[in-house]
């Protein structure tokens, strides 16, 4: 019989309750008469597209003016898409979320410290030394021609002059009214400011005011803040971040949704340090996906808002976090930063490493069981894209290693091991037999060979006793 194989990643409080994992897989739904309505497919891998020329962190990512402009360490650095890159600046910070915004004349950065700007013929980064400019500048916007700043401590934020990041004035600034707590970050998002401070969000759109042209929604403020100012990101595919209770929303409209399960929701609880999260989203085949990584807890969680659903992501072997930091497309390409050896990838579905590094690849899937009988397993079968292993070295015969939980995830059994194909081998079957009997059982499948994985479903062949 067909059993409940394909979704998304459970596991909570209790792993009895549900053990679910979904590990450098994402599902992928079908509803045009396929061989199944869904599936799951593979992360994309990391594909090397350049190294500037700094092994540390990669701390921000931005497209602008036929350039990418990275920030590693220190050093800010313009790339063509021939993957020319020249140092054109040093911030006076090394570590940390840095935020850039790019208008029609100028690009603008700030690093928590200083802020800082460039022309599009500039060769260097210019230090922003206006008295007006805010003197700890904590995040950056751009809408309407005007580049807009927080300022720690403070619950308000300021405008330069049209695009101008070197020119501010010091009246030209607002303040949040229904509760005077911090601004801790402001985001531009389909026409209007999102001001995000510890416990409240206040959204103001451009009525074209000649005194101060952003001016407050009528009812626009929320009872929500940000834990997280980097996990706030904004782009065509929407507005996410982390709440003030550590809970994942979306913006739709002007109503900020909860996005993250309860199962989601307990693992980010139990990690110790959370505002250090950073968030990115990319667009990939259909896809919307939002990205969060937690660098102290070492956990990438993924939404993907397409199907709801959420996967973790993962580089190595070992379940550490996966490697990008933050994400920008450039010239056709999904580029991804390393968060500290200052390489930069390509999100790509058709590699299968990252950089060399194998990825890990689990799916433990829903509970089988028939009213807590006694259930003899004779075969379970997988039902993959087969034939997919490569000429040459790891990977020839790709294999797929199969264990078990009769203990609601708290033990596993040996591992099993089942060929998915060599190459060209389409019509190879992964099956695994005599597999014993349980009340209650949770496979899992992991796969590390460097191929093409397309998990279509799973069959199982049982019989269950009286008792």
Known sequence: MEIPFIGGAYSGRSTNLNAQVCQNLYPEMDQQGGTNVAALFGTPGLKLWTTPGTIAEVRALYAWKDNLYAVVKDTLYRITALKVATNVGTLNTRAGKVWIAGGTTHLCIVDGVDGYYQTETATTLTKITDSDFPDRPTSLAYQDGYFIVTDQASDSFWISSSEDASAWDGLDFASAEDTPDDAIAVISHNRNLWVFGEETTELFVNSGDTDFPFTRVSGGIAK??????????????????????????????????????????????????????????????????????????????????????????SSGLKGRRHRSNCCAFFDGKHLVGD???????????????????????????????????????????????????????????????????????????????????????????????????????????????PIKVVMIGAQLETSASAT
Do not use: C
């Open 224 to 313: 929500i803040g940000t834990g997280a100012a980097g996990s706030l990101v904004a782009g065509h595919e929407g507005l996410f971040g982390l709440d003030n209770k550590w809970r994942v929303r979306q913006v739709e409209g002007y109503q900020a949704q909860v996005i993250s399960t309860p199962q989601v929701e307990y693992h980010i609880s139990e990690y110790e340090k959370k505002d250090d999260a950073r968030g990115y989203t990319y667009t990939q085949e259909g896809h919307v996906f939002y990205v969060l990584s937690f660098p102290s807890a070492d956990k990438t969680w993924v939404y993907d808002a397409s199907t709801k659903l959420w996967h973790m992501r």
């Open 339 to 449: 968060y500290e050896n200052g390489k930069i990838y390509e999100l790509d579905l058709d590699t299968y490493s990252d950089n060399g590094d194998a990825i890990r690849r689990i799916r433990a899937a829903p509970t089988v069981k028939n009213n807590l009988k006694r259930v003899f397993h004779y075969q379970f079968e997988v039902k993959f894209e087969a034939g997919t292993g490569l000429n040459v070295g790891q990977g020839t015969d790709p294999q797929a290693m199969l264990d078990w939980s009769d203990d609601g995830g708290h033990t596993w059994s040996n591992e099993h091991w089942a060929s998915m194909g060599k190459i060209g081998e389409y019509d190879r079957r992964a099956v695994w037999r005599r597999l014993g009997q349980s009340r209650e059982r949770v496979y899992r499948v992991t796969i590390t060979d």
